[in-house]
């Protein structure tokens, strides 16, 4: 057991009452639905991010992972109705988009030396169910040593109604297609009360955790997530880390958790963005209450570079990576760049005072910087 001096100083502490926590924190003794919302109503966020701080400490010394990776939205057209995207388009529509497959492996060969390829589309009106698995086969095809991460649970679900085929069926043959794991997007907030009011029409909480559970029993990994700042209680946040590791209980497949920041740009809903102070809050509380995930990322292209590299000491252990290309988070307001070079990345981690490691999507280590 760790004294509670080691890691913060009692009489410094601006909110006492997170104090029993912090003991409960240093002892390894799993926090609670209470303990998450004394932590999210506190201010005192850097007792907190240095709680967050131990226990990533705990879990991965002072390394930060990232990879050299590119994402590729296949089409934005979408016959969703979430109140939160901005990235939605109609057919017709300016701006809509519709990859062809030698469109996807053109976008891949202008960047040679990616070792992951991150797949995240809408839910397109017509394209049938072949045509999402001709994109993988001839993505594998082309680069067999390429990992695909691939498509979230809202879309294995879209594919399973298109197809009548279970979900099971549907990830057994992602996986016979080329398929290498699951993103984490889609989960937003699995309050019942959020997604009648913001998507109603989207996959339940349940239907998620389910799709992720089968993808870890067919022995697929994948990422967790979370979309906060729009209209979620606190008290629904804690709820949704507290499902995620209760389904990381039972499955132990989720790799890693990122937490999305909500843009108002360009939506239905509208809204205000979120602020640092939040941010890294939210980073610091899922690292305390996700005991059973070895890594809290953050995405820096929500965060901005400059918060995201501040985040290093708020319980984050990656940074993602170079992305190249990201268009859902741009419709919505993002305003940092859509791609971040190798050596930006290594120069943000080591000065931090962090030691940068490049790596596959498995967290297998590629280089040490």
């Known amino acids: 057991m760790t004294n509670i001096e080691e890691v913060i100083v009692p009489e410094l502490v601006e909110d006492k009452e997170i104090i029993p926590i912090a003991e409960k924190v240093l002892s390894g003794e799993r926090l609670n639905f209470e303990d998450g919302v004394k932590l999210f109503k506190s201010n005192d966020l850097l007792t907190i991010g240095r709680l967050a701080d131990f226990v990533n400490r705990k879990k991965n010394g002072n390394f930060v992972y990232f990879i050299v990776n590119r994402h590729i939205n296949l089409t934005n057209l979408c016959k969703g109705t979430c109140k939160f995207c901005a990235f939605r388009k109609r057919k017709g529509e300016k701006g809509a988009e519709e990859l062809t497959v030698d469109e996807v492996l053109k976008k891949i060969e202008e960047f040679k030396n990616i070792s992951e390829v991150h797949i995240v589309s809408g839910l397109h009106p017509e394209w049938n169910y072949e045509y999402y698995f001709q994109v993988i086969k001839e993505i594998k095809r082309s680069f067999p040593d390429l990992h695909v991460q691939a498509f979230t649970a809202e879309e294995i679900d879209h594919l399973s109604r298109i197809s009548g085929k279970e979900i099971k069926q549907v990830i057994s043959e992602l996986i016979e297609a080329g398929v290498d794991s699951l993103p984490g997007g889609g989960a937003e907030v699995f309050s019942e009360r959020v997604r009648k009011k913001l998507c109603p029409q989207k996959l339940s909480a349940q239907r998620y955790l389910e799709i992720h559970k089968t993808a870890h029993r067919l022995g697929l990994r994948s990422n967790a997530s979370i979309l906060y700042g729009h209209i979620e209680t606190l008290e ?32 239905e809903l509208g809204g205000n963005f979120t602020t640092g102070f939040d941010d890294l809050k939210m980073l610091s509380v899922a690292r305390l209450l996700l005991d059973n995930f070895s890594h809290i990322r953050a995405f820096w292209i929500m965060l901005g570079e400059k918060l995201a590299q501040v985040s290093l000491h708020f319980g984050v252990n990656d940074l993602d990576g170079t992305v190249v290309e990201e268009s859902i988070t741009k419709s919505a307001g993002a305003e940092s760049s859509s791609f971040m070079p190798k050596q930006r990345l290594i120069k943000l981690i080591k000065e931090a005072g962090k030691i940068p490691v490049e790596r596959d999507t498995t967290y297998n280590p590629l280089k040490l910087y």
């Open 236 to 267: 629904e946040r804690v709820d949704h880390l507290l499902k995620l590791r209760e389904a990381q209980d039972e499955t132990g497949g989720f790799q890693a958790f990122l937490s999305f920041a909500y843009h108002p740009k360009n939506t």
